[in-house]
């Protein structure tokens, strides 16, 4: 079993919707988690971190933890096609980040 | 603040050469890692240092192996490449001691072996 795991995609969206995206984790003791979006060829960019329970939101973006269920999601309002790009899933364990493989977004004009 | 610095973006090599990657942390940061993205991949962990030693280190074989400076910058070794080591190569900084703090990538360096 893979430590993150995530849809692969890809997942269309129109310009303007919401976007959903989701991950799950294997270790419940896992403390730190993070969003990371990455264009084609480009390195990971920190979208969000989220330490706790509950929503977390910086501007059009929304992070949720649950950690009884060990699920991680992000929201992305009022989507943009710059948003399309590969949107990693992290989580910090024992002093290194296990990565899921990405989902890739596509927003659609 | 440069952020995370990464040298050379790019190169090619060929099978069974060896390969030195480098990477200066964001300032103010004294833990770096190092990761492989292979394409359609998520990063995989190679390994980490700080004070100048590897603390962790993820399933990667011998032949890699890396150094870190008393300036907190580091290098990665490849040794005898293969051509699966084709990839994109990542080095993260972050503070070490603090518990909830995000890493930084660098721009990464591509890798070709053919």
Redesign the interface.
């Known amino acids: 079993q893979k430590e993150?795991e995530q849809n692969s995609g890809p997942l269309s969206v129109p310009e303007g919707a919401i976007a959903s995206l989701n991950c799950t984790y294997s270790d419940r003791g896992s403390?730190?988690f993070?969003w990371?979006r990455q264009y084609s060829?480009?390195?990971?960019?920190?979208i969000m971190?989220i330490?706790s329970n509950g929503d977390k939101e910086d501007g059009r973006f929304t992070a949720q933890l649950n950690k009884a269920s060990q699920y991680v999601s992000l929201l992305i309002r009022d989507s943009q096609p710059s948003d399309s790009a590969t949107y990693?899933c992290a989580v910090?364990n024992?002093?290194?980040?296990?990565?899921?493989?990405?989902t890739k977004l596509n927003v659609k004009p | 603040d440069a952020g995370v610095t990464q040298s050379p973006t790019h190169l090619i090599k060929t099978r069974g050469q060896q390969v030195t990657l480098r990477c200066s942390p964001k300032s103010g940061h004294d833990t770096v890692?190092w990761?492989q993205q292979a394409l359609?991949?998520?990063?995989?962990?190679i390994f980490?240092y700080y004070e100048e030693e590897e603390?962790?280190r993820?399933n990667f074989p011998d032949r890699f192996s890396g150094h870190q400076f008393p300036n907190y910058s580091s290098e990665l070794n490849v040794n005898a490449l293969l051509l699966g080591d084709s990839a994109?190569y990542?080095c993260?900084s972050r503070p070490r001691g603090l518990?909830?703090t995000?890493?930084?990538?660098?721009?990464?360096t591509?890798l070709t072996v053919v």
């Open positions: 993150v403390q730190s993070f990371y060829g480009k390195s990971p960019e920190l971190s330490y990693l910090y024992f002093n290194k980040f296990y990565f899921g493989s990405g | 890692s990761y359609g991949q998520g990063p995989q962990f980490q603390r962790q993820g994109l990542l993260a518990r909830n995000e890493a930084f990538f660098g721009q990464g591509r």
